[in-house]
């Protein structure tokens, strides 16, 4: 069942209720109170009828009952007031009855305390009201009944009830169109978040719902605008993983295909063919050669697989150590190159993961390396911070174009590809070394000028400082 239905079927049957139940308690009330009326009227001629009979008993003898007899036949005769009908009994003898003589018969029990006693008889549709009461005269009791016609206080009832029975059908079926309109209305916003809920399962993330209310059903249409926006974002964040993920892959694949190929053409000319000593050393040399890069791109890449566990153990460690120990390791190398590589480093501990940060350390020195030609200088510093430490690489080479700035950290992409194949990079020192920044909840940033040099810096907060 719809919603706008159970909301239609429960305002009718709420105003069924309280219009039936209040229209009863008012006709019930107002029928007791008619009844009171005349209850209280017929008690009024009831008594006058007793003040007559007592009159005619004090002036007359009661050795017989003929003066009771002339007298109520006599009011009855006048009508004097409004009584269907008149019965004077004493023990089991009737002394006097009206002709219409519809009386109950069933024992009153009426005490010396009680004065009247009524009960309500109905007779072919009729309703009258008996009212008893008895008096004494000498040692005799006498019981004196009247029939009273109240038929007008349920003939008012039943005109009420039929009046109140139409108006109460009018209402329902008025309140049940109002009711259902009411329901289509309030439930219009719902049929607008249903519809665009349909649309976003098909695949549509960009619809959103207009629902402009101040209330719940408002503030639901923008948490559901709030959920899509997150969905379509998510989405899209999932599309750019997956092309990225594609795309590492391939160029995965294509790295490791260019020095198998090379590896295995030069071991099948040894292995097919009789050559020079000359061309026996040049062909182990490009084997031997594709073969270190082969290896260090496995390693690149196992570094990069190993770095996003985050399950590395933190120690206290010195960063102008690893740095002091990455630049002895490196100065060999690059003097051959005629650059010179310095460092600058602030003492202090701080917690970090000394391993990864020496990698760190050498990747981002090496992409430094890289962007020299024909010589040049790297500056090395490392600053103490409050809970962690910056290290920072400076050169004066080439410099990084501006489009390529917010690309660089992506796994195998090269600011230029020619350049770096033949310098046997791959693509994966950085995404290695923002993995390692980030596992020390720290930030990598890049400052570069096109012609003059780049600057890379990053911010490690492994813990809290150590003495």
Same mark, same amino acid.
Request: aromatic share 6%; charged share 30%; proline share 1%.
């Given at each position: 069942m719809r919603f706008g239905s159970k909301i239609t079927i429960c305002i009718t049957l709420l105003l069924a209720l309280v219009f039936g139940l209040?229209?009863?308690?008012?006709?019930?009330?107002?029928?007791?109170?008619?009844?009171?009326?005349?209850r209280t009227n017929a008690m009024s001629s009831h008594q006058l009828v007793l003040y007559a009979l007592n009159s005619v008993s004090a002036s007359s003898?009661?050795?017989?009952y003929e003066h009771f007899k002339?007298? +109520?036949?006599?009011?009855?005769?006048? @009508? %004097?007031? !409004?009584w269907k009908s008149l019965r004077l009994t004493s023990g089991d003898e009737i002394i006097y009855r009206s002709d219409f003589s519809y009386f109950s018969n069933e024992p009153m029990n009426i005490s010396d305390e009680d004065v009247w006693v009524s009960v309500i008889l109905e007779y072919n549709g009729m309703y009258f009201m008996q009212i008893t009461s008895q008096f004494s005269v000498n040692d005799d009791v006498f019981y004196l009944d009247g029939l009273y016609d109240i038929q007008s206080a349920f003939a008012a009832r039943s005109e009420q009830q039929r009046v109140y029975g139409s108006l109460f059908a009018a209402v329902i079926i008025f309140g049940g169109f109002l009711s259902f309109f009411l329901a289509r209305w309030l439930t219009r916003p719902l049929r607008k978040l249903s519809y665009m809920t349909r649309k976003v399962a098909g695949? &549509?993330?960009?619809?959103?719902?207009?629902?402009a209310t101040n209330d719940e059903i408002g503030h639901l249409s923008e948490d559901f605008n709030y959920m899509t #926006? *997150? +969905?379509?974002? @998510?989405?899209?964040?999932? *599309? &750019?993983?997956m092309r990225r993920q594609e795309e590492f892959m391939g160029n995965f694949a294509h790295e490791l295909k260019t020095p198998m190929t090379s590896i295995i053409g030069y071991a099948d000319l040894l292995r097919s063919q009789e050559l020079t000593?000359? &061309?026996?050393?040049?062909?182990? @040399? %490009?084997?031997?050669n594709e073969g270190r890069r082969l290896e260090s791109l496995s390693l690149k890449f196992l570094e990069l697989l190993v770095s996003k566990q985050r399950n590395f153990t933190f120690e206290a460690a010195s960063p102008a150590q690893i740095i002091k120990g990455v630049v002895s390791l490196l100065r060999p190398v690059v003097l051959r190159q005629n650059i !010179?590589? !310095? /460092? *600058?480093?602030?003492?202090? *501990? /701080?917690m970090l993961e000394p391993d990864l940060v020496k990698s760190l350390v050498l990747n981002l020195t090496d992409n430094a390396r890289k962007a020299l030609e024909g010589g040049g200088a790297i500056l090395i510093e490392s600053i103490m911070l409050p809970g962690g430490c910056m290290i920072r690489v400076t050169d004066n080479g080439r410099g990084i174009p501006q489009e390529d700035l917010s690309k660089i950290k992506e796994a195998f992409y090269r600011v230029d590809k020619s350049r770096d194949r033949a310098q046997g990079g791959a693509g994966l020192g950085l995404p290695l070394c923002q993995e390692i920044v980030e596992l020390h909840n720290g930030k990598l940033y890049f400052e570069s000028v096109l012609g003059k040099g780049t600057r890379v !810096?990053?911010?490690? %907060?492994?813990?809290?400082? #150590?003495?």
């Open positions: 209040g229209g009863s308690v008012l006709i019930s009330s107002a029928f007791d109170q008619a009844v009171e009326r005349e003898s009661v050795s017989n002339s007298a +109520l036949s006599q009011l009855d005769s006048q @009508n %004097y007031h !409004t695949g &549509d993330l960009s619809c959103r719902a207009e629902v #926006a *997150k +969905l379509e974002e @998510n989405m899209e964040e999932l *599309k &750019d993983s000593p000359r &061309d026996r050393r040049e062909s182990a @040399n %490009y084997i031997f !010179t590589i !310095t /460092c *600058k480093c602030e003492e202090g *501990k /701080c !810096t990053a911010e490690l %907060y492994g813990g809290d400082a #150590a003495e």
